[in-house]
C-alpha cells in the first residue's frame, strides 16, 4: 500500500507534479548511471581513443575486443587465461557462505524469538555489535586458527585418508564468511520472525509438533521475502570481499573472482589497459549485478515484510 | 511479547521432573541450537577484541609478541590526537572519520527518504528505476573506484568534459586538495549506499497502514504536512535500522579512500580504518594498530550500545 | 581447545616428517602482474620447469605490494608460508629475526654468491650469517628521465649540478611544456627528495642522515635546505599531479607533454613498452650533483623456513634466481641491473650498461646507500614516517622546512 495512494488535488497542479516528479527521479537516475557508463563506453573503446578522447564520450569505433581479452586472456599473475577461470571459485566459496549463514541466522533468529530463555536479549545484543568489529583487525589471529585447522586437517589425513575440509582454502573461505555473517544474518531474521503471530507457534506445539518441525512448517514455508533479502545482502558482499580472500586463498587454484580482477587491474608497471580493466570489473560484477537486478523487486518486498523494522 | 511459549522455556525445572529424555531434549535443542552460533560470535569476535586488547599493550612491531610493557601506544595516539598543527595522521583520520560519518549518514537518508517518498507516487517505470538506484550497492569499489577516480580527476573527468563543452570556467578539483577530498570519498560513498538506504525506505512507506493516512487526509492536511507529520514519525524503525547498516558500513570504509584516493594528497583523506590497517601491515607497528583498533571500537560501543540497550528493552514493554 | 589444537599440530608434523616425499612444486608469492614483469618472471618459471619443478603461482596485486605483504603475514601466522615471496629490504630482515626463514648458506657458498652479490645487498639478504633470501636485482633510484625530442627542442644540455637543473627546468617552462612530471603519491615524492638529499648534501650526508638515521644530520641546514630544493622543484609541477600513478607520470614524459621524471629507473620498461630507445627517444642521466652515487632498492625472493621435503624446491628456485642467464634476462626487460656484478652487460642498452658499471663503480667505491624511501635505508616505521613528512610538505600540510625538519626528527624517533 503506498503511502501517496490517496493525492485528491485539482488536475492542472497534478500535472505539474507529474512532471517534477518524473523529472527529479530521472535526474537522479542519471546521476547514478554516471559511473556505469564511463565503465561501459570505456571498455568498448580502443586505448588511443581512450587516451586521447573524452571520458564520457561515446565510442567512435566500438570494438569488443576488452571483452574478449578481459574474459579469455588477460594476465592474472603468470597465467593469461582472462578471468572467467575464476567464477567456478568464487561460486564455490559463496553458495556453501550463504546457504549456511543464511541457515544459521534463520534458526538463530527462531531461537531468539521463539523460545527465549533469560538472556536472550544479550545473546542477540552481543551477535549484533559483532557486525561491527573491523575486520583488518580479526586478520592475523583468524590466520592463526585457520592453519590450526590445517593441521588438524593433516591429522585426518593420516588418520582417515581424507583431511574433511579441514585446511582446505575454499573451506576456510565459507568458515570466515559464515562467522562474520552471522551478526547480520542473525539481525535479519531475529525481526522477521519477531513480527510473525506466535499464535501459529503455539497451535503447532499443541498439535504436537517438536522444535524442528515448528521451523520447517510454520516459520520457513512464511520466510521467502526475509531469505531473499539476507541472501542479496549476503552475496553481495562475499562475492565482492577482498581481504579475506587475498589473505586466505591467493593461489591460482582458489582465488576468487575479485582477487583475480585485483590482480588484473592492479598493476605496478606497463601500459594500463584502461578498457580492458573495464571489461573485467563488469563480467566480475555481473552475478552481484543480475542478482540485484531480478530480484530487485523481492528485495523491497522482503524488506517491507520485516527486515527494515528496527 | 513474552509468550507463553518462552515462559515454559524460562521455568524448566517444573516441567522436567517427569519428562522423558526425548521432552528433555527438545527443551533444550533451542539453546543446542544457537550454541554453536553464539560460542563462535564469543570466541572470533570478542576473544579477537580481547587478543587486540592485549597486542595493544605490548611492544609487537611486525609479529605478535606476547610481552606486556606499558601503555605507550596509547600515549602516543593520545599525543598524536592533539597535534593539530601540522595534522598528525591519526588527527586527520579521526576528523575525517567525523566529517565522513556525519555527511555520509546525513545524506544517505537524505537522499534515501527523498527518493524513496518520490518512487511511491505511483511510478510508472519503477522497475526500471529501482535497480538504477540500487545497484551501485551490488559494485565492490575494486571495480568502481577507477570510475570514479577518472571522473573526479580534472584532467580527465568533470572539470575536462565541462570545459570541451564550453564551460571554460568550471572548476573542480576537490580529489587533489588536501582540504577537500574528504568530501569526494563522501560523494562515492553515498552514491554507493544510497539507493540501498532507499529501499529500506520505500519498504517502511510501503508497510505504512493506509487507515491512518486516510484519516489524516480527512482532517484536511497537506501532502508536505502529511508527510512531516505523520509518514515520517511512523518510519522511525526504518531510520533506526538505516543507522545501523550505515555506522557500519562508515566504520569499515577502508577500500574507498585507497581505491578512490590511495590516501590522498598527504594522506589527507585517511579514515581510522586505514590508520590501523597502515600501521599494522605496513609499518610494522602492530601495537599502534592494535591501540587504534580498539579506540574505534570503544568509541563504536559508546555510540552503539546505548541505542542497541533502548531498543532491546522498548521491545520488553 | 588448545590442547588439542597443540597435540593434533605435534602429530601432524610427525606424521609428515615420517613420509617425507621431495615436492616438485614451488609455490611463489608476487605482485609482478603486469605484463613486463609477468614475462619476465615467466623466464624464472621456465627454468624451473627444465628442471622439473611446478610453478604455483600466488599473485596479489595492488598498493606496489602492501597486499601482498599482508596475505603473507597471513600465510605466515597460519603457520603455512610460501617457498618463497617478492620482499623488500627490510621486510626480509623483520621475517628473519621472527625466525620465519629458510637458510641457504650452503648453497650460497656453493655458488659463490658471497662473491658476486654487492656487499649492500647482502646486508639483507644475509641474517645472523645465514643466507635467508636471493636477490632478483637493484634498481636505481636517483636517475633523470628526459623527452629528448623536448630536449632538443628547449635547447637544453645535461645539467651537472641542482642550479643547472634548475635552469632547465626553467626552459621548459619558457616554452609551454610541463617541466617536471611528478606523480603526487608520497613515495614518488620521498624517492625524488632521496636524490635531492644526496644532491644537497652529498654521499657522507645522505648515508647519515638516512641510512644512520643520525639526530644531527636529520636536523641540520643542510637538510633544511634540501627542503627548500624540493620546494623550488615543486614550482615546476603541473596543478593536478596530486595522486597521480607514477606510470601516468612517465607516460608524459614519452609523449612530450612533460620534459622530465625524477625515477627509478623501472620507468625505463615503460618507455621500452612504448618502444622508445634511449639515446633516440629519450634520455637518462643521474639526478643533477649524485652521479658517482648510486641509491639502490632490490627485488628479492625472501626464502621461508619450509618442511624438509621442500627443500629441494627451494634450493632450486633461489639458484636459478641468481644464475647469470635469468640475471640478465630478466633485468634487461624490468630495467634494473643484475643483482651479481659478474654478469655480463651486453644484453643491456646503454641505460642498462650506464647502470651495471655506476653499481660497480659505486659498490667499490663505497657510495652504494639504501633508498630511504623504497624502504632499504630504515624499517618499514621508520620510512613510512619520512614519507609522511615529505608528502605533507609537498601538499602543504607543512609549510616551510623549518618545520618539516623538527617534523622528520620526531616522527622518525617516534617510529624508532
Redesign the interface.
Known amino acids: ?9 485539482p488536475a492542472g497542479s497534478r500535472v505539474l507534479n ?1 512532471i517534477v ?2 523529472g ?2 530521472l535526474v ?2 542519471l ?6 557508463f ?2 561501459l563506453v ?1 571498455s568498448l573503446k580502443t586505448m588511443p581513443e581512450i587516451q586521447n578522447g ?3 564520450a561515446l565510442p567512435k569505433d566500438p570494438t569488443i575486443q576488452p571483452w574478449i581479452k578481459a574474459w579469455g586472456e588477460a594476465c592474472v599473475g603468470l597465467t593469461c587465461e582472462g578471468i572467467h577461470g575464476y567464477f567456478w571459485n568464487s561460486i564455490k566459496m559463496v553458495v556453501p557462505a550463504v546457504a549456511i549463514s543464511t541457515l ?1 541466522g534463520a ?2 533468529g527462531y ?2 524469538t ?5 538472556g536472550h ?1 544479550l ?16 586478520l ?3 590466520a592463526t ?1 585457520l592453519g590450526q585447522f590445517g593441521q588438524l586437517g593433516k591429522v585426518f589425513t593420516n588418520a582417515f585418508g581424507m583431511n574433511l575440509g579441514f585446511g582446505n582454502s575454499t573451506v576456510n573461505l565459507v568458515f570466515v564468511h559464515v ?2 555473517g ?2 547480520f544474518t ?1 539481525l535479519f531474521f531475529r ?1 522477521y520472525y ?1 513480527a510473525f503471530p ?1 499464535e501459529l ?2 497451535a503447532a ?1 499443541v498439535d504436537g509438533a ?3 518441525q515448528i521451523f520447517r512448517r510454520v516459520l520457513l514455508p512464511n520466510s521467502l521475502p526475509i531469505i531473499v533479502v539476507t541472501v542479496i545482502y549476503q552475496f ?1 558482499n562475499i ?2 570481499d ?1 581481504l579475506f580472500a587475498s589473505s586466505y586463498a591467493g593461489s591460482g587454484d582458489v582465488m576468487p573472482m ?1 582477487v583475480a ?2 590482480n588484473v ?1 592492479n598493476t605496478s608497471t606497463g601500459v594500463v589497459e ?1 578498457n580492458v ?2 571489461a573485467a ?2 563480467i ?2 555481473l552475478p ?2 543480475l ?3 531480478l530480484a ?2 523481492y ?7 520485516g ?4 | 511479547m ?5 515462559d515454559r ?2 521455568t524448566p525445572e517444573r516441567a522436567t521432573q517427569r519428562k522423558s529424555l526425548r521432552a528433555r531434549l ?1 527443551e533444550w ?3 543446542i ?2 550454541a ?3 560460542a ?3 570466541f ?6 580481547l ?2 586488547i592485549y597486542l595493544s599493550f605490548t611492544k609487537s ?4 609478541s606476547y610481552t606486556l610493557t606499558d601503555a605507550r601506544a596509547y600515549q ?1 595516539l593520545w599525543r598524536w590526537t592533539f597535534e593539530s598543527n ?2 598528525s ?1 591519526w588527527y586527520t583520520s579521526i576528523t575525517n572519520m567525523v566529517i565522513f560519518g556525519v555527511l555520509y549518514i546525513v545524506f544517505c537518508l537524505a ?1 534515501g527518504l527523498f ?1 524513496a ?7 510508472r517505470g519503477e ?1 526500471v ?12 569499489f ?3 573506484g ?3 577516480k ?2 573526479l ?5 568533470l572539470e ?2 565541462m570545459h ?1 563543452w564550453g564551460w571554460t570556467s568550471f572548476h573542480f ?1 576537490w ?4 582540504d577537500y577530498v574528504i568530501y569526494t570519498v563522501v560523494i562515492a560513498g553515498v ?1 554507493q549506499a544510497s ?1 540501498f538506504i532507499m ?2 525506505f ?9 487507515e491512518i ?2 484519516a489524516s ?1 480527512i482532517d484536511g492536511a497537506s ?1 508536505i504536512q502529511l508527510y512531516r507529520r505523520i ?1 515520517i514519525p511512523l518510519l522511525r ?2 531510520f ?3 543507522l ?1 547498516v550505515l ?2 558500513m562508515a ?2 570504509s ?2 574507498l579512500v ?1 581505491a578512490l ?8 583523506a585517511w579514515l581510522p ?1 586505514n590508520f ?3 600501521y ?6 602492530m601495537a599502534v ?2 591501540a587504534s ?1 580498539v579506540i ?2 570503544a568509541t ?2 559508546a555510540i ?2 546505548p541505542y ?2 533502548s ?2 528493552r522498548e ?2 514493554r | 581447545m588448545r590442547k588439542i589444537l597443540m597435540a593434533s599440530a605435534i602429530l601432524a608434523a610427525t606424521a609428515l616428517s615420517a613420509h617425507a616425499e621431495d615436492v616438485k612444486e614451488v609455490q611463489m608469492l608476487h605482485w609482478w602482474t603486469s605484463g613486463g614483469e609477468a614475462a619476465a618472471l615467466n623466464v624464472l618459471k621456465q627454468d624451473l620447469a627444465k628442471e622439473g619443478y611446478t610453478w604455483k603461482d600466488v599473485p596479489v596485486a595492488g ?1 606496489g605490494g ?1 597486499a601482498a ?2 596475505a603473507l ?1 597471513a600465510m605466515v ?1 597460519a603457520g603455512n608460508p610460501p617457498t618463497a615471496s617478492q620482499m623488500l629490504g627490510y ?1 626480509v630482515l ?2 628473519a ?2 625466525g620465519k626463514m629458510g637458510d641457504l648458506t650452503e648453497t650460497a657458498v656453493a655458488e659463490g654468491w658471497d662473491k658476486a652479490v654487492p656487499a649492500a645487498l647482502q646486508k639483507f639478504s644475509v641474517y645472523n650469517g645465514k643466507w635467508v633470501a636471493a636477490p632478483v636485482n637493484v634498481h636505481s633510484v636517483n636517475w633523470l628521465w628526459i623527452n629528448k625530442a623536448v630536449m632538443d627542442k628547449i635547447g637544453g644540455t645535461e645539467p651537472k649540478n641542482f642550479d643547472e637543473f634548475v635552469a632547465l627546468l626553467d626552459k621548459a617552462k619558457a616554452a609551454g611544456v610541463t617541466p617536471l612530471a611528478l606523480g ?3 613515495w614518488q615524492e620521498a624517492t625524488m627528495f632521496d636524490s635531492i638529499v644526496l644532491s644537497t648534501g652529498g654521499p657522507e650526508f645522505y648515508k647519515k642522515a638516512f641510512n644512520d638515521l643520525d639526530e644531527d644530520a636529520l636536523k641540520s641546514d643542510t637538510m633544511k635546505k634540501s627542503f627548500d630544493n624540493l620546494a623550488k622543484l615543486k614550482d615546476y609541477v603541473d ?5 597521480r600513478d607514477w606510470n601516468l607520470a612517465t607516460a608524459m614524459v614519452i609523449k612530450g607533454d612533460a620534459l622530465v621524471q625524477v625515477m627509478g629507473d623501472w620507468a625505463k620498461g615503460e618507455f621500452k613498452a612504448a618502444n622508445k630507445e634511449p639515446g633516440v627517444d629519450f634520455l637518462c642521466y643521474r639526478f643533477p650533483g649524485t652521479d658517482g652515487s648510486v641509491i639502490y632498492n632490490s627485488d628479492m625472493f625472501g626464502m621461508f623456513d619450509v618442511p624438509e621435503n621442500q627443500k629441494a624446491a627451494q634450493i632450486a628456485l633461489a639458484k636459478a634466481t641468481l644464475s647469470k642467464s635469468f640475471q640478465s634476462a630478466f633485468n634487461v626487460v624490468k630495467g634494473s641491473v643484475p643483482a651479481r656484478t659478474d654478469v655480463p652487460d651486453t644484453a643491456f642498452d646503454a641505460c642498462g650498461k650506464k647502470g651495471i658499471a655506476d653499481l660497480k663503480a659505486a659498490n667499490d667505491g663505497g657510495t652504494l646507500f639504501g633508498s630511504l624511501a623504497q624502504g632499504y635505508g630504515a ?3 621508520v620510512a ?2 619520512y614519507k ?1 613528512v615529505v ?2 610538505f ?6 616551510t622546512s623549518d ?1 618539516a625538519v623538527n ?1 622528520l626528527v620526531q616522527a622518525i624517533n ?2 624508532k
Open positions: 500500500m503506498s503511502a501517496a495512494t490517496v493525492g485528491a488535488r507529474r516528479i518524473y527529479l527521479l537522479f537516475a546521476v547514478y548511471l554516471i559511473p556505469f564511463v565503465m570505456t573524452n571520458m564520457l544459521l534458526l538463530n531461537v531468539l521463539k523460545w527465549r530463555f533469560k536479549k545473546v542477540f545484543g552481543l551477535m549484533l555489535f559483532a557486525c561491527f568489529i573491523p575486520f583488518q583487525s580479526v592475523l589471529p583468524m586458527v562467522v562474520y552471522l551478526g542473525t525481526n519477531e506466535t507457534v503455539k506445539m517438536g522444535f524442528f553481495t562475492w565482492n577482498f575479485t580482477l585485483n587491474v584502461y580493466n573495464m570489473a563488469m566480475a560484477a552481484t549485478l542478482v540485484y537486478i530487485g523487486r528485495f523491497v518486498r522482503g524488506l517491507m515484510a527486515a527494515v523494522k528496527g | 513474552t509468550s507463553i511459549v518462552t522455556m524460562q527438545q535443542l533451542p539453546k541450537v544457537l554453536p552460533s553464539f563462535i560470535t564469543l572470533f569476535v570478542y576473544g579477537f577484541i587478543w587486540t612491531k611486525a609479529f605478535p602516543r601540522p595534522p595522521s537522499i527518493l517518498i518520490l518512487l511511491d507516487q505511483k511510478i522497475g528505476l529501482r535497480p538504477i538506484y540500487l545497484y551501485p550497492m551490488a559494485l565492490s575494486i571495480v568502481t577507477v570510475a570514479w577518472w571522473f580527476d580534472p584532467g580527465l573527468g575536462q568534459t570541451q578539483d580529489i587533489k586538495n588536501k552514491w539507493g529501499a529500506m520505500l519498504a517502511g512507506l510501503r508497510g505504512i497502514d493506509s493516512i486516510k487526509q501532502p509518514i524503525p526504518v533506526l535500522s538505516a545501523i555506522a557500519h566504520i569499515k577502508y577500500d585507497v584516493t590511495s590516501g590522498g594528497p598527504g594522506g589527507s580504518s590501523m590497517y597502515e599494522t601491515f605496513k609499518r610494522n607497528e594498530g592494535s583498533a574505534m571500537l563504536m560501543s552503539i550500545v542497541l540497550y531498543e532491546l521491545k520488553n | 598498493g602492501d605483504m599482508t603475514k601466522a621486510t623483520d621475517y629475526e621472527a603526487g603519491q608520497n596543478p593536478n599531479f596530486s595522486g624499517p618499514p616505521a613510512n614516517a609522511d608528502s605533507k609537498v601538499h602543504g600540510q607543512i609549510t618545520e617534523q617516534d617510529a
